[in-house]
């Protein structure tokens, strides 16, 4: 291939990659102007039953725990979902709220999280149902703004957490993958009347929940909120990402702890049918866009004293792409926070590799992966 050809693809590359990075980030940065005010579901506290599934002392939290009494005070119906009674979970809840209502049991399906989350769904009782990631802070504003959309052919609002007070740069780092990365593009994908799951809070109203067959139309592919997604949009209603994020204090992490994380949602989200989607991820991210820009510059004659400047300012307006959707979301990116994303994207094509690496997904001590391949009745039919 002639290198003035080079140029042009190298260019015609990191121009592309450039546009979709600031594109996105204008587009997930604000809630899209959604209906009438006046069509949106006005809720109380006691409209909503609350499952809060743990599993171990770390799921329960003070904050958390402290989030979900205030809540239950006020009237919500809340659902703690623990596997065991000797789960560690259970005297860390019980030290804070002595009288919190446990569940306490397990399924036997692929999916440990649903294993626990079963009893939980099936005791609801209130109109609208949250099912909430362990430590997750949630108050009645939020709640009720978070499930607002819920009227009017939307059956299904996901509402995203955003990571907050990183302890460490390992959290600074998961941080960067919750908020700048998976946030972004799940936002940007909303904004564009696209399908998107992701973890949080997921709200749906009981006759939903039961219409896609309570439990059942979370399970049915491996990942339960892009099943809960599919399920519900094939009942012919619209799903949408709330206009709120909920806050999910992250502390001090565990460096591989981080990492598996990674690993494991890479892996899950191969597993799906946006699996074309997870490949593209690092190809048109800053590394991939940096280098196809320097092959570009390099070939056309560029010597190093424009290279390296060139370099450098195509990562200072990734960065800002990245600050600039942020901000729009009221979150926070300081010199630590840009730091840690500049290491998630020169992470990426690592965590490509290892993700495609094995089809084992480890969770909680559970092949996950394992799990679901040696199910043999497939995916259950379409809930009615």
Not at 267 to 295: F, Q, Y
Not at 357 to 362: L, M, V
């Amino acid at each position: 291939m002639e290198a003035g050809t080079l140029v042009w693809l190298g260019a015609g590359w990191w121009s592309f990659c450039s546009v979709f990075q600031w594109v996105s980030a204008a587009l997930g940065r604000r809630p899209p102007r959604r209906v009438a005010s006046g069509s949106r579901a006005d809720f109380n506290l006691v409209d909503f039953s609350i499952v809060a599934p743990m599993v171990g002392a770390a799921d329960a939290s003070p904050a958390y725990v402290h989030c979900l009494r205030t809540l239950g005070q006020a009237g919500a119906e809340v659902l703690i979902c623990v596997p065991q009674d000797d789960d560690a979970a259970v005297p860390a809840v019980r030290a804070l709220w002595p009288d919190a209502p446990i569940l306490v049991g397990s399924d036997t399906t692929f999916n440990p999280k649903m294993n626990n989350v079963r009893k939980g769904l099936e005791a609801a009782r209130r109109p609208v149902v949250a099912l909430c990631d362990a430590g997750v802070i949630l108050d009645a504003a939020l709640l009720r703004q978070a499930a607002a959309p819920l009227a009017d052919g939307v059956g299904l609002v996901l509402a995203l957490k955003a990571g907050e007070a990183p302890g460490n740069f390992a959290a600074e780092l998961e941080r960067a993958y919750i908020n700048g990365h998976q946030a972004r593009f799940l936002f940007t994908a909303d904004r564009l009347g696209l399908a998107v799951a992701s973890g949080g809070v997921t709200l749906m109203s009981n006759e939903t929940l039961q219409r896609i067959g309570n439990w059942q139309g979370f399970n049915r592919w491996i990942a339960d909120d892009y099943s809960v997604t599919r399920s519900v949009r094939e009942l012919g209603l619209a799903t949408c990402l709330g206009d709120v994020m909920p806050r999910l204090p992250l502390g001090r992490r565990d460096w591989r702890v981080v990492w598996r994380r990674q690993v494991r949602w890479a892996r899950t989200r191969l597993r799906l049918p946006v699996w074309p989607l997870v490949l593209w991820e690092p190809a048109i991210g800053c590394v991939a866009a940096g280098a196809a820009g320097a092959m570009a510059l390099s070939l056309a004659g560029a010597s190093n004293v424009l290279l390296v400047p060139a370099l450098l300012a195509h990562i200072v307006a990734w960065i800002g792409a990245e600050k600039w959707f942020m901000s729009g979301r009221g979150l926070a990116f300081g010199p630590r926070a840009a730091g840690a994303a500049l290491l998630r994207e020169v992470l990426a094509p690592v965590l490509m590799a290892r993700a495609l690496s094995s089809r084992t997904i480890e969770w909680r001590g559970t092949d996950l992966g394992g799990q679901w391949r040696s199910r043999t009745t497939g995916v259950p039919e379409k809930p009615v």
